[in-house]
């Protein structure tokens, strides 16, 4: 071959020294385009502020196991609780499904890269920026007063208390600030996503042919258009009236701190199901290939996914009951929300019908994926509850709040995030996680969230509240707190088993091959780890499952596919 | 039974990339408007004390410059699509002139503003929205310039031949969102809001 004779661009120069060539390895990590290193860089970044923020919440639960308790001072609790809310939902949950986004679309639809690989880096770089930014804080936040350091306006940050009276110093203005910045960034990497998924597709890969993974991610992006941008348009608002004297939300000039909480949470609801949604994909991708079936009923599942970020849009001042709203918008907020629940409905039918007779494979991904489809069911039953006005103003803002909010994003998002990488870090390494050690933590993890979360809604019932710094002890709520805390440290210890075997796997795992769960997306085609050129012909395409159909030519899906 | 054809489809299409990003950015901008202008009208006639919107003059020139360059820009379209390049040049000159004197008579316009009635965008919550709201349209009028004055140079030296006709187009698109948006804002401002 001709091009035997050229060096490949990208491989280490043999000649090099060992710390040249290791020097050479980070540069080519610092300056590349490429969508699979940008999506692992993602990833990898979602996993270290996972553990940084999973070790403020246990901080927060160590605080909370005991009543009187000061292993926190009252500050520091106010900042943690805020950085580990504004880190979970901006620097591990965006990144993780972006991180996925960008390792899989493009593998996914059979294309080489990205839309456009230079504005996939400019988007990570911003988002990593935006994250340090945030953190710097804990060291340059010191304000006018020296009064604080990280922000402690809680991840909402309601007005006035963000005005620069109640919050001196430029803490506040350091969650502001970086979250415009990875606002930017989120916006650049979904505006990159539709693009691939629309224009990047290989022959015959048509729209209703895209795995249901790619699917939520045209999905989620288009959200994120228009749900990330208002909270900038916010964000903007608010350093205009923190730098410039404005009058937004200053009551006393006429502004309403009411019009914070409608554009936050006009971001703040859509956000999570922006959240949800690449994490419903992950499940629609491993559930089918564990049950040995193909999904069922694939034109629901997008058509619900659509419905869901149809009607996320219209349900934000559910949040927002106890204001005081006239009984018209209580009504309306209560019935859109409980409509979210046909199409989740619609989803947890179909998972099930997969399943359903299937020949299921419990391997560590399908353990996670099945424990998410019944944690889900409860989140949303829950969700369900707290949409009844009524029911909400007796516990709004209590720890039931809490359980429901974190069944879906712990029992949910997460779940799925960690099936997500037992099923693809084989493709994405080359080698297999220790299954035996996935076990481990799946059970520890499963075992840890449920004795932490079920037991948060009984507190939250006997009328604890959120973002409280202690409590008296004859409240009643010493045992259930201790068993929340308990339950917490669980948690960790399954998240400490994980990280262990994301880095012991690396070099010791088996090797893992092409195609290691007999998969049927166009991913598991190609080498594991991928070359930069991800396939060496285009694929084509006849069906959903185009790998089905190259391992069974007597049985195609395309015969029977519409 | 299956109309799917054996062998790839000779005739498989995709939209254009940079349309489809374009599109994209002009949906997530008209939800950063769609904010500002909502906090504009709940909070018209919500200051505490003056000055009114009364002050306001309506921007008619300024106006009809800022709608006539979307005309003068989708006659450089046309004329880079047939591949005349002094035309297209001459049209897109004509684009960027008619965006600066828009430009020139908002400064004008705040100049006075803030000199002669004596509104800053910290004296009331009038000029806080107001100051907001304009200056976001007025931020994405420059943005809009800066790259049409790219593609200007770029003209100017020869670079740009009939094959980067759907760039341009993308380019417009977002030219034609700035205008756009114009009109809501124009709307909303000088004639509800006064």
Redesign the interface.
């Known amino acids: 071959m001709a091009d035997q004779t050229f060096p490949i661009p990208g491989t280490p120069d043999a000649s090099l020294s060992r710390g040249a060539a290791l020097l050479e390895q980070l540069h080519s990590w610092v300056v590349t385009v490429d969508h699979k290193k940008l999506g692992i860089l993602y990833i990898v970044y979602a996993i270290v502020f996972l553990l940084v923020a999973g070790v403020e919440a246990l901080a927060i639960r160590i605080q909370l196991a005991i009543p009187h308790n000061h292993f926190l001072s009252p500050e520091l609790y106010n900042e943690f609780f805020t950085m580990h809310g504004t880190t979970m939902v901006f620097l591990v949950g965006m990144t993780f499904i972006f991180g996925f986004g960008n390792y899989l679309v493009p593998l996914m639809i059979g294309a080489r890269d990205m839309?456009?690989p230079r504005l996939n880096a400019f988007s990570f770089w911003m988002t990593a920026f935006g994250g340090l930014l945030l953190y710097f804080s804990f060291v340059g936040g010191f304000g006018l007063y020296g009064m604080g350091a990280a922000p402690d306006v809680s991840w909402w940050a309601y007005a006035p208390l963000t005005a620069k009276a109640f919050s001196p110093g430029h803490n506040t203005d350091y969650w502001a600030l970086s979250l415009i910045v990875t606002g930017f960034g989120t916006?650049g990497a979904?505006?990159?996503t539709?693009?691939?998924a629309?224009?990047?597709?290989c022959?015959?890969m048509t729209l209703l042919r895209m795995p249901l993974f790619v699917w939520l991610m045209v999905v989620t992006?288009?959200l994120t258009?228009?749900?990330?941008?208002?909270l900038?348009?916010?964000q903007?608002?608010l350093i205009?009236?923190r730098y410039?004297?404005?009058?937004?939300f200053?009551t006393q000039?006429?502004?309403?701190a009411t019009?914070w909480m409608h554009?936050f949470w006009?971001f703040g609801h859509p956000e999570v199901y922006v959240l949800i949604l690449p994490a419903f994909g992950i499940a629609s991708e491993v559930i089918p290939v564990f049950s040995r079936k193909a999904i069922f009923g694939y034109p629901a599942m997008v058509a619900a996914s659509v419905g869901i970020a149809f009607v996320s849009l219209s349900v934000w001042a559910h949040h927002m009951f106890t204001i005081g709203m006239t009984s018209v918008g209580n009504a309306f907020f209560a019935l859109s929300t409980m409509m979210v629940g046909i199409p989740t409905g619609i989803k947890i039918f179909n998972w099930v019908a997969t399943m359903w007779g299937g020949k299921i494979r419990f391997a560590t991904p399908m353990l996670f994926c099945t424990a998410f489809v019944f944690q889900f069911l409860l989140a949303g039953l829950t969700g369900i509850m707290l949409a009844v006005a009524p029911w909400n103003w007796q516990l709004h803002n209590s720890y039931f709040v809490i359980a429901h909010f974190h069944y879906t994003l712990t029992g949910s998002f997460v779940f799925c995030i960690f099936a997500g990488i037992y099923y693809w870090y084989p493709k994405i390494t080359g080698r297999m996680l220790s299954e035996k050690l996935g076990k481990w933590h799946f059970w520890l993890f499963f075992l840890g969230f449920h004795i932490t979360f079920d037991t948060m809604h009984f507190l939250g019932i006997i009328g604890m509240p959120r973002s409280i710094y202690t409590y008296e002890p004859d409240r009643g709520w010493n045992t259930l707190n201790m068993i929340v805390s308990a339950g917490g440290f669980l948690q960790g210890i399954a998240v400490l088993i994980f990280a262990w075997n994301l880095f012991d796997s690396y070099f010791n795992g088996s090797i893992a091959g092409n195609d290691p769960w007999d998969a049927w997306t166009l991913e598991w085609s190609t080498p594991s780890p991928p070359p930069d050129y991800n396939f060496a012909e285009d694929p084509?395409v006849?069906s959903r499952r185009p790998l089905w159909d190259l391992k069974h030519p007597n049985d195609p899906d395309?015969?029977y596919?519409p | 039974m299956s109309t799917i054809p054996i062998f790839a489809d000779e005739n498989w299409r995709l939209p254009s990339r940079g349309r489809v990003a374009m599109l994209s950015l002009i949906i997530g901008e008209t939800a950063i408007f769609t904010i500002f202008v909502v906090a504009y009208v709940y909070y018209i006639g919500a200051s505490k004390y003056g000055p009114t919107p009364q002050i306001l003059d309506v921007p008619w020139f300024n106006t009809v410059c800022l709608l006539s360059s979307s005309i003068a820009i989708v006659f450089a379209e046309r004329a880079i699509e047939r591949g005349r390049i002094r035309a297209f040049g001459a049209c897109w000159a004509l684009t960027m002139l008619l965006g600066i004197v828009f430009l020139a008579g908002t400064a004008i316009e705040w100049k006075r503003l803030i000199y002669t009635d004596g509104l800053s965008i910290r004296t009331n919550l009038f000029g806080t929205t107001f100051y907001s709201l304009v200056g976001l349209h007025a931020t994405h009028v420059v943005v809009g310039l800066f790259m049409l004055s790219l593609v200007m140079i770029f003209t100017l030296l020869g670079r740009v031949e009939q094959r980067h006709t759907e760039r341009i187009q993308v380019l417009s698109l977002y030219w034609h969102f700035v205008d756009a948006v114009w009109v809501v804002v124009f709307t909303v401002v000088y004639i509800v809001g006064k």
């Open positions: 839309a456009f916006l979904a505006i990159n539709l693009a691939t629309f224009s990047m597709r022959r015959g992006s288009g258009l228009i749900v990330i941008t208002p900038t348009a916010a903007v608002m205009i009236d410039l004297g404005g009058h937004f200053d000039a006429g502004g309403s019009v554009f006009i084509v006849r395309w015969k596919e």
